[in-house]
C-alpha cells in the first residue's frame, strides 16, 4: 500500500503532463485553423472590393477601349525588400490615393513567396498592363524583379524601391520573427518564444542569423532567374546593379527615407503630390518598428563582416546609396539645414522653323 501511495503521485503528474501536451496541441490546431479562416476572408473581401470598383466604372462609363492619357496610365511597382521601412512607406501611399487619385494593390503571394510560377508571371504581367479600372495603380509586395520586356509588353510600369544597411535589415528580422512589431502587435510570430538574442545566434552559429540570411536585397533586385537565388553568386550581383540602373526609376535607402519620398513627389507628383510634409508630419510616419530589438555587438557584426556574403550584400547597398546620393545632388540644394527641390533648370531655343 505505501507503494501504491509513492507511485500514485507520479501517474497523476504524468496525466497532467499528457493532458497540457494534448490541450496545448489542440490550441494550436485551432490558432492555424482561425489564421486559415483569416486569409480566405481577407481573400473573400478582397475580390469583393475589385468587383465593386469594377461595376462602379461600369456605371460611370465604359473605359475598356478608351485610350488613357500619359498620366492616367500610369502603373508604379514597389517590390518591396521586407524589413526596410516598406510599410511606414507604403502607408504613405495609401493616405494620398483618395486625394491624389489612384489605386492601391497589394500583391499577396502564398508564403511570402518573391518568385512567381512562369503561369502566374503571365498572369501578373496581363493583370497590370491591361486592368484599366485601376489605372493610375501603385501595386506593392514582397516580389522580385520581373521583366516585363520578356512578355512583350510596349509599355512598362515605373518599378521603385528602398533598400536598407544588410546587417541592420537582418537584426530587424530577426526580432521581428520573435517579437513581432508595434503594427500588429497581438498577431503570433512564428519564432514567438525564443529569447535568444541576435548576438547569442551568431555566437552559437544558429541558422536564423547566418551569413546566407543576408541574401535578399540582391536577388530581389536581380529577378526571377535561377541563378539570382544561388547564394554569393556574383552573376546576380552583377544584374542587380544593371537592373538598379536600367529597370527602376529610383532606389532609395532606409536610412534617408524622407530625402527618397521628397524626390519621388518632385518627380512622379500624379502620385506623391503632398507625400514629404505628410512623412514629416503625419501619425504614420514610421508606424512599423519591431519591438524588443536589441543592437549588436561590434564583435557579432565584425564575425557577420568576415563573409562573403556580406561583402557581395553591402557592395550592393553602396553602390545603390551612391546612385542614390548622386541623384539627390543634381535634384536639391542645400540651405539652412533643409532641403530644397530645385525648379526647372533647362529651357528650349533656337527653334525653327520660324512660324509666320
Excluded at 58 to 67: C, E, H, I, L, V
Excluded at 97 to 106: S, T
Excluded at 216 to 222: A, D, N, S, W, Y
Excluded at 317 to 325: D, N, S, V
Aim: proline letters at 4%.
Amino acid at each position: 500500500m505505501g507503494l501504491l501511495r509513492i507511485m500514485m503521485p507520479s501517474k497523476l503528474q504524468l496525466l497532467a503532463v499528457v493532458a497540457f501536451a494534448v490541450a496545448m496541441l489542440f490550441l494550436e490546431n485551432q490558432i492555424q485553423k482561425l489564421e486559415e479562416s483569416r486569409s480566405k476572408l481577407e481573400r473573400a473581401i478582397a475580390r469583393h472590393e475589385v468587383r465593386e470598383i469594377e461595376q462602379r466604372h461600369t456605371m460611370d462609363g465604359p473605359r475598356q477601349d478608351a485610350t488613357l492619357d500619359e498620366e492616367e496610365d500610369m502603373v508604379i511597382i514597389y517590390n518591396r525588400v521586407p524589413k526596410t521601412a516598406s510599410t511606414s512607406f507604403t502607408n504613405i501611399a495609401y493616405d494620398l490615393c483618395a486625394k491624389n487619385k489612384y489605386h492601391v494593390l497589394h500583391i499577396n503571394t502564398t508564403k511570402n513567396n518573391p518568385v512567381m510560377s512562369l503561369q502566374d508571371q503571365v498572369r501578373f504581367v496581363k493583370n497590370i498592363t491591361s486592368w484599366k479600372e485601376m489605372k493610375p495603380g501603385f501595386y506593392h509586395g514582397h516580389v522580385s524583379y520581373l521583366d516585363f520586356a520578356k512578355f512583350g509588353v510596349k509599355k512598362k510600369p515605373i518599378y521603385i524601391n528602398v533598400i536598407r544597411d544588410p546587417i541592420e535589415r537582418l537584426v530587424s528580422y530577426y526580432y521581428f520573427l520573435r517579437f513581432g512589431d508595434d503594427y500588429r502587435p497581438g498577431l503570433r510570430r512564428r519564432k514567438q518564444g525564443d529569447k535568444k538574442t541576435f548576438d547569442e545566434c551568431v555566437a552559437e552559429g544558429g541558422s536564423d542569423c547566418a551569413p546566407e540570411k543576408l541574401w535578399l536585397q540582391i536577388p530581389f533586385f536581380c529577378g526571377h532567374s535561377s541563378e539570382c537565388w544561388n547564394v554569393g553568386s556574383r552573376w546576380a550581383m552583377d544584374q542587380a546593379k544593371y537592373n538598379l540602373i536600367n529597370e527602376y526609376f529610383l532606389v532609395g535607402v532606409t536610412e534617408e527615407l524622407e530625402d527618397f519620398i521628397m524626390l519621388l513627389e518632385a518627380a512622379l507628383p500624379r502620385f506623391f503630390r503632398g507625400a514629404t510634409e505628410l512623412y514629416r508630419t503625419g501619425k504614420k510616419s514610421h508606424l512599423r518598428k519591431t519591438t524588443e530589438k536589441k543592437l549588436p555587438t561590434k564583435q557579432t557584426i565584425a564575425k557577420l563582416q568576415q563573409s562573403d556574403i556580406w561583402k557581395m550584400e553591402n557592395e550592393f547597398y553602396e553602390f545603390a546609396l551612391e546612385q542614390f546620393q548622386f541623384i539627390r545632388a543634381h535634384a536639391v540644394r542645400e540651405k539652412d539645414g533643409d532641403l530644397y527641390i530645385l525648379a526647372q533648370n533647362f529651357f528650349y531655343e533656337k527653334i525653327y522653323p520660324k512660324s509666320n
